[in-house]
């Protein structure tokens, strides 16, 4: 079990390339199945979560190999409609395999993802999308089972835009006779390249971005290259990290556009934020005034995603904040770490109550899950003394060597393994 040990302290200067997106990787690694011929993906970003996904496509048949930052993916002599429970329970994405297999084989098996660590996560939007369109789904000893032997084109509104439903049935819907409209679907930058991605593939779909989506069934996807969207929630938790420690960072080739909602709060922090073209650039005094309220929300709102570590930023910024959790119901398991800490947080129901304190002391805190480690690690940069993060395998699903990313812009921070 490996973890990180921290000296806080140090100032943030440099610059960093920002890897490819968790959220655009992993359904753009499921839709691979829709089609025969060989997909070339570039900026393959090795985060655990994609190597679980990729283990799951290996053993449904597809070929994959990996060279140079790229990953190549032929599922021309796929096999298998049916996901194992040991597969689906190491990355809860795997539900995005069920849109994609009933596009492929009009029939399949995925095992039920249960709870994770930060909610129930159930997936009834995604099963009654299914079943609007005709799909017979059966629950069945922690199994789905689905068969799209009747499926047809049609209109579903989803009851929340859930990112993962709204992936799903537009897998689900690329092969399908007809015109399909999903309405309330949701709006993140990753549906737009997920969109992106299937239109490169021979797809004929529109909207995405705008909470309608329609998609007009073609009868064959092809082969494509194709180069996912940067990780807007890496580049937010490096920008927040400026933000608290001080210093001054470039973070290149991410879309400030899809970090509206963060640049917009740290501008209240007193840290100066630039943007020009693909790059972002972040000068703070590592004196952060208090944010105020912050909501979390779906897509353009404030990620749910930086929920964690704009707290880590607010438990040491002068003043009080008040964090809102609307969209998991349990997102505050790193609370009581950061307490530890030294932080003043008062949680009530999906509220943190944050007084900021002038200083964090140096403690060991366990990361809970993948957000909530990362912010851990931002509170050990701002720490007095040494810090340990136990679990550090939590931050690897979305993060590619963090350590290294936030050492090469002056941290002390090393990974140790046990
Ligand atoms: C995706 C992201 C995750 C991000 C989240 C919200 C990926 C791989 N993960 O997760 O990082 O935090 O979006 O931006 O892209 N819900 C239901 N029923 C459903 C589906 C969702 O009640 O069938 C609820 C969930 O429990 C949650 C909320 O809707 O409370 C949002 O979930 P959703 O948008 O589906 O998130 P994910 O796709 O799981």
Same mark, same amino acid.
């Given at each position: 079990m490996s973890k990180f040990l921290i000296h806080g302290g140090n100032k943030l200067f440099g610059e960093l390339n920002i890897t490819a997106a968790k959220n655009s990787y992993l359904p753009i690694l499921a839709a691979c199945v829709l089609c025969e011929d060989e997909i070339i993906l570039h900026n393959y970003p090795n985060y655990t979560d994609a190597q679980s996904m990729c283990e799951i496509l290996l053993t449904l048949g597809a070929s994959i190999k990996q060279s140079a930052g790229d990953i190549s993916v032929d599922a021309a002599s796929l096999f298998s409609w049916r996901i194992e429970s040991d597969l689906a329970c190491q990355v809860r994405s795997s539900i995005f395999m069920l849109g994609a297999l009933l596009g492929r084989f009009k029939k399949a098996r995925v095992a039920y993802p249960g709870g994770c660590e930060i909610g129930a996560r159930p997936i009834d939007i995604h099963l009654s999308g299914f079943k609007k369109l005709g799909v017979k789904v059966e629950e069945r000893h922690g199994y789905i089972f689905c068969n799209a032997e009747k499926m047809h084109s049609g209109t579903v509104l989803l009851e929340f835009p859930s990112v993962g439903a709204t992936e799903s049935l537009m897998m689900a819907s690329v092969l399908l006779p007809g015109e399909t409209r999903l309405l309330n679907a949701a709006k993140e930058p990753e549906i737009v390249d997920l969109q992106n991605f299937l239109v490169k593939m021979g797809a004929k779909i529109r909207g995405a971005g705008s909470g309608e989506i329609v998609i007009e069934g073609v009868k064959k996807l092809h082969g494509c290259e194709f180069t996912p969207i940067a990780d807007r929630i890496i580049a937010g938790t490096y920008m927040i990290a400026t933000a608290m420690c001080g210093g001054e960072v470039l973070l290149k080739g991410v879309n400030a556009e899809h970090l509206r909602a963060l640049i917009d709060k740290l501008d209240k922090t007193a840290c100066v934020i630039s943007a020009k073209n693909d790059k972002i650039k972040v000068t703070s005094d590592g004196k952060p005034n208090a944010l105020g309220k912050i909501e979390t929300s779906v897509y353009p709102g404030f990620p749910t995603d930086l929920q964690a570590q704009i707290l880590a930023l607010s438990s040491i910024s002068k003043g009080s904040s008040m964090i809102v959790e609307n969209v998991f119901e349990c997102r505050f398991k790193? &609370?009581?770490?950061?307490? =530890?800490? +030294? /932080? @003043?947080?008062?949680? =009530? %129901?999906?509220?943190?109550? &944050?007084?900021? &304190?002038?200083?964090?002391?140096?403690?060991?805190?366990?990361?809970?899950?993948?957000?909530? *480690?990362?912010?851990?690690?931002? /509170?050990?940069? $701002?720490?007095? +003394?040494? *810090? *340990? $993060?136990?679990?550090? =395998?939590?931050? @690897?699903?979305?993060?590619?060597?963090?350590?290294? %990313?936030? /050492?090469?812009?002056? /941290? %002390?921070? =090393?990974?140790i393994d046990d």
């Open positions: 790193h &609370v009581p770490e950061l307490i =530890k800490m +030294g /932080a @003043d947080i008062y949680i =009530k %129901d999906r509220v943190a109550f &944050v007084r900021g &304190v002038e200083k964090l002391y140096g403690a060991s805190v366990s990361g809970m899950e993948l957000r909530g *480690t990362a912010s851990l690690i931002l /509170a050990g940069l $701002v720490a007095e +003394g040494y *810090t *340990t $993060v136990l679990n550090a =395998k939590h931050v @690897d699903r979305g993060y590619k060597n963090i350590e290294k %990313d936030l /050492a090469s812009l002056g /941290a %002390d921070i =090393k990974r």
